[in-house]
């Protein structure tokens, strides 16, 4: 759905773990539409020789990058000894860097946080950047707060500890080789044009989650592409294609239609989108009229906006 909205941005997946990839259920994990490249693989580990085969898979898959997830800060991520843990350990985060960079073609990139706990930011952060770049990674995604591995839980980790984008810059000014992109409680497209004047991308994640519209004027606002912007109702037209195929192929409604909850927040009839999904998405059999039906609430809404609009005009 989100490649409906730009035709342009990077998406990544959710991370998964080595041992998920290497004996889980592979081609319901890794499954993708090809009309969503450039899309990257995001893994979660820490065997060099686990990341390496996971790589190898992602490659073949047709992923168009791997990245390392060093930024999660949930209690399973720390005891399976990955994700944001992996800030404390920033030599064995370049010696799997370096075995993937080895193994595949496809550029291997990292996703990491600032610090953790009492580490020193300044410190932290450069040295796993630097070690990384030492083994010949150039691209970095860094989410620009510390993560408390101790005494947060995983949803507060991505609000309570300050955010720090000077940091972020001032990595970039001082490693201007590298690519550095930002991320981090950035929730609108003028914030991310802010930051690029400052850094080389931004990721969005809850904000292209909950407010996936903003979306659709990435292309022109970003990427320069003359034309018109995709907007919420021309995204379900050509997200309709897809559903479609899903749903032949025996796919739940509810599994698709909860990636679109959120395309018309902030618009007349919203509410009753996010409920006629969420109630009628998940009984037997639903189908596009499901959409149908959500759609018709979203447009009659705006109709009765507009006529009250005309209304209050005539009687000014």
Known sequence: MHRTLSARALLYT????TGAVLHGDRERLLAYDPAEHPVALQLGGSEPADLVAAAKIGEAEGYDEINLNVGCPSDRVQSGRF???LMREPELVAECMSAMGAAVKVPVTVKCRIGVDDQDPEESLFRLV????????????????KAWLKGLSPKENRDVPPLDYPLVHRLKRERPELTIVINGGIGTLDEAEQHLGAVDGVMLGRAAYHTPALLGEVDRRVFGVAGEDVDSFRAVELYRPYVERELAAGTHLAAITRHMLGLFHGMPGARAWRRILTVEGVKAGAGMAVIDAALA?????QDERRARGLEAGQAA
């Open 14 to 17: 959710e991370m998964l773990t």
């Open 297 to 301: 609430e979203v447009l009659r809404a």
């Open 130 to 145: 630097d070690l990384c770049a030492q083994a010949g990674v150039s691209t970095f995604v860094v989410h620009a707060r």
């Open 83 to 85: 994700g944001a843990c």
